[in-house]
C-alpha cells in the first residue's frame, strides 16, 4: 500500500506551500498521475482523506489528472498509446519499447480560502 | 463512484473480468469541479522529497566509490540467503555492508552479522518499502569503506518499492522458481526498474513447473535490457556468475 506514503508527502508538499503562501485552508489539490505511474486511483483518493485529517487539508478535494502511458517501440520507430508496463508495439509486435509518457506524479496546483 | 464528492467519475483503475473478457473501454472523462478561492502553481513530483534524499545518497555513495545495490523480491524468494553465501564467499576480497529493511524483528540483521558483515536493520512497522530517508538515516549509522558493496535488502514485496529511488546504482530483483513463472507478467513494475535479474532456487527446478526460459522471455518483454543469473544460493550452483558481476561494479 505504498498510496498511504504518496498520501502523506502529497498532504506535507500541499500544506508546506499553503503556508508560504498564507492560505488558512487548501479546498482543493490538481494532481497529475499517469496511468504507468503505479498509483490506484482509489486508493490514493482513500488514503488521502485519512492523511489530510488535522492538516491545512482537511477535507481537500483531490483532483486526479490521468495522463495516457505512451511508448516508442525501439525497433520499428512506432509510437503508440500502452497501458501497462508491458507495451507490445502495434506495428511489428515487438516488446523492446521505451516507454516516453505516463509514468508522471505530479502536484500541479492547490487552491486555498484566505479566511 | 468518486470516493470524495459522490459524482459518477467511472472507476476505471481496477479492472474486474473473466478470462478471455476484453479490458472494458475505459470512459475517464475530465473531472472539473468549481475551483473557488486563490490558486497556487505547484508542478512538483509528489516524490519529489524522496527523490531528493536519493540524490543525496546517492552523491555520497559516488564519491566514495560505494556501489549500493537494492535487492527486491517476494517475500521468501532467498534474498538474505543469497546475501549470506555472497558475503561468506566475498569476505576479505571486498568491503561488504548490508541494510536491511523488514517490517519486524532483528532476525535478518542477526544472520547477516553472523555471516560476517556490518549491518543496520531497519524496521519499517506497517510499511511496505524502505524509502531514501530510511537509508540516509541508516548509513548515519554505518561507517562504509571506499570501493565497497552496500546491499540493500528491501521489505519482500514485489509491487512498492519499485517506486521508491534509494539513491542506490542498480535494482537486483530475485524470483524464485517456487514462483510463478509468470511473475514478470504480473507485477511488471519490479523487473521494468531492475538492472539485473536472480532467479533462485535452480536446484529446486526437477520437483517444480518453474519454466526458466519463460521466465526469462516475459521478463525480456517488461524490460529487453535486463540481465540474468541463474543460481542456488542453497548448493552455490550458478553463484560464481553473480559474483563476478559484483566484483566488475568495483572497477
Known sequence: MHEMSLAINIVELVSAKAQAAGGQRITSVELEAGKLSGVMVEALVFCFEAAARNTLAEGAFLEIREIEGRGNCLACGHSFIVDSLLGQCPQCDGYAVEIVQGRELKVLSLIVDEE | ?251
Open chain 2, 1 to 251: 463512484m468518486c470516493d470524495s464528492c459522490g459524482c459518477s467519475q467511472p472507476d476505471n483503475s481496477v479492472t474486474i473480468r473473466k478470462p478471455g473478457q476484453p479490458m472494458s473501454g475505459s470512459g475517464s472523462a475530465d473531472h472539473h469541479h468549481a475551483r473557488k478561492g486563490r490558486l497556487i502553481e505547484v508542478r512538483e513530483a509528489v516524490l519529489g522529497k524522496n527523490d531528493g534524499i536519493a540524490a543525496h545518497n546517492r552523491e555520497f555513495f559516488e564519491a566514495r566509490r560505494i556501489v549500493a545495490l537494492n535487492l527486491v523480491s517476494s517475500p521468501g524468494s532467498g534474498k538474505t540467503t543469497i546475501l549470506e553465501r555472497t558475503i561468506l564467499a566475498l569476505r576479505g576480497e571486498i568491503p561488504m555492508a548490508v541494510i536491511e529493511g523488514d517490517q519486524q524483528t532483528m532476525l535478518d540483521a542477526e544472520r547477516i552479522e553472523t555471516a560476517g558483515a556490518p549491518v543496520v536493520q531497519v524496521n519499517t512497522g506497517a510499511g511496505c518499502h524502505l524509502d531514501a530517508d530510511m537509508v540516509h538515516k541508516a548509513l548515519h549509522q554505518m561507517e562504509l569503506a571506499e570501493k565497497s558493496l552496500l546491499f540493500i535488502e528491501n521489505v519482500g514485496n514485489l509491487v512498492c518499492p519499485a517506486m521508491f529511488d534509494l539513491g542506490e546504482a542498480a535494482k537486483v530483483v530475485i524470483i524464485s522458481v517456487t514462483e510463478g513463472e509468470d511473475k514478470p507478467l504480473k507485477y511488471p513494475a519490479m523487473f521494468a526498474a531492475a538492472s539485473l535479474c536472480l532467479i533462485n532456487k535452480i536446484d529446486l527446478l526437477p520437483h517444480v513447473d518453474f519454466d526458466v526460459a519463460r521466465c526469462r522471455e516475459y521478463a525480456l518483454r517488461v524490460n529487453h535490457q535486463l540481465e540474468f543469473f541463474e543460481i542456488s544460493a542453497r548448493t552455490g550452483e550458478g553463484m560464481s556468475a553473480w559474483l563476478d558481476w559484483l566484483r566488475r561494479q568495483i572497477i
